[in-house]
Nanobody, 120 residues
Framework: QVQLVESGGGLVQAGGSLRLSCAAS????????MGWYRQAPGKERELVGI???????NYADSLKGRFTISRDNAKNMVYLQMSSLKPEDTAVYYC??????????????WGQGTLVNVSS
């Protein structure tokens, strides 16, 4: 199977920046989509943005300009650079991938989540 492991979360002051990383590993044949979602306390999980293997990232409209997603296909990694952080960005951030395993099984995989806490 395929696993995702996020890193880089933590406590940051409003206006600050933070970079999250996510590494995919396991029985990977190919990875099409990688991206990030987030879930704030008491709210539903929402899209932050996704990036396909070849293409530009797509972001939630409300986050354009502050968040940047990039990807290293050779390392099966995806990154989320967050800047000008606001307290309302506080959430658990989840890495996501749509991949194909070596047995050619399509998979949707989620990471365990990493907490980003923005203090005012």
């Amino acid at each position: 199977q395929v696993q995702l492991v996020e890193s880089g979360g933590g406590l940051v002051q409003a206006g600050g920046s933070l970079r999250l990383s996510c590494a995919a590993s396991g029985s990977i044949f190919s990875i099409n989509v990688m991206g990030w979602y987030r879930q704030a306390p008491g709210k539903e999980r929402e899209l932050v943005g996704i990036i396909r293997k070849s293409g530009s990232p797509n972001y939630a409209d409300s986050l354009k300009g502050r968040f940047t997603i990039s990807r290293d296909n050779a390392k099966n990694m995806v990154y989320l650079q967050m800047s000008s952080l606001k307290p309302e960005d506080t959430a658990v951030y989840y890495c996501y991938t749509h991949a194909t395993s070596r047995s050619l099984t399509p998979l949707e995989v989620w990471g365990q989540g990493t907490l980003v806490n923005v203090s005012s």
